[in-house]
């Protein structure tokens, strides 16, 4: 259960609070164990790191979801993005609670250690219990994939749970190219390119426009009334309990045609 610390305000801070959890710990030891050999994984190595996969139980806009995600503080894409004007990671809201939320930015650190830098087999991601209660799931609810490696296991991790459906966002849509065209894009991922500017729809590469399924971008109010944006995400009544992700699903919906899906920035 993720524990609250007050007054942590900074990635150092919490990795002092974070030193004394037996399972952070453990996990920590089987990464710097296993790295030097990461190019060459024996099948019982990588199922004790897929073990070591955390997957966080979400609430807010995402109650009731479930998540392999990494951490964007680690993630050296991501901490770029942050210094960029007008950039919607300025305010990364996946930042601010991993900040805040010690056992849950434990998971997203080993996370990202053991997803951009061991790719493992289908079979072996397989076996990671990925709970559900309306058939859907999310990849990187909090960071981004940071490696092509990150991107391939997450396609694996998604092809090998077929009776789930999983949205993955990413601003980082090349890196799920070479993913894509060697693995194939699983049947059962909506792939939701991310744009990374407030107002701006982002641009999609045009070796990767056939793989997204929708372009998400976030808009200011004012830009979006002046410039007549249609904001179709159903969470822009943020403060109404009933406007969350499981009551709206357009992004976990492999038949929905919205191309362009439009939010109002918190
Ligand atoms: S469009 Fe719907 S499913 Fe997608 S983020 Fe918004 S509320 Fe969630």
Not at 28 to 57: C, F, H, T, W
Not at 91 to 100: F, L
Not at 183 to 199: D, L, Y
Request: net charge negative; hydrophobic share 40%.
């Amino acid at each position: 259960m993720a524990k609250f610390i007050q007054g942590v305000t900074n990635y150092d801070e919490w990795r002092d609070h974070a030193k004394d959890s037996k399972k952070y710990l453990e996990r920590m030891a089987l990464i710097s164990e296993l790295l030097p050999k990461k190019d060459n994984l024996g099948v019982i190595d990588q199922y004790r790191l897929a073990n070591a996969i955390a997957v966080s139980s979400l609430t807010g806009k995402l109650e009731d979801f479930y998540a392999i995600s990494t951490s964007v503080l680690m993630n050296p894409i991501c901490q770029c993005r942050a210094k960029v004007e007008g950039c919607i990671c300025k305010d990364c809201y996946a930042a601010s609670g991993a900040q805040r939320f010690v056992g849950l930015c434990q998971g997203l650190e080993t996370n990202y250690l053991i997803l951009n830098n061991f790719l493992l087999a289908e079979e072996v991601l397989a076996t990671i219990p990925i709970p559900s209660t309306n058939g859907a799931s999310r990849v990187e609810s909090h960071g981004d994939a940071a490696t092509e490696i990150c991107a391939i296991n997450y396609t694996r991790i998604v092809d090998s749970h077929k009776h789930l459906t999983f949205a993955v966002f990413s601003k980082n849509t090349s890196l799920y190219k070479e993913a894509f065209d060697v693995e194939g894009k699983p049947n059962n991922m909506v792939f939701v390119a991310s744009s990374p500017i407030v107002n701006e729809v982002m641009e999609v590469p045009a070796d990767m426009v056939k793989y997204v399924d929708h372009v998400f971008t976030v808009y200011d109010l004012e830009y979006a009334l002046a410039h007549n944006i249609h904001i179709n995400c159903g969470t822009w009544r943020a403060n109404d309990l009933d406007h969350r992700c499981k009551n709206c699903m357009r992004c976990y919906d492999k038949a929905n045609r919205e191309y362009y899906i439009n939010e109002l920035k918190k």
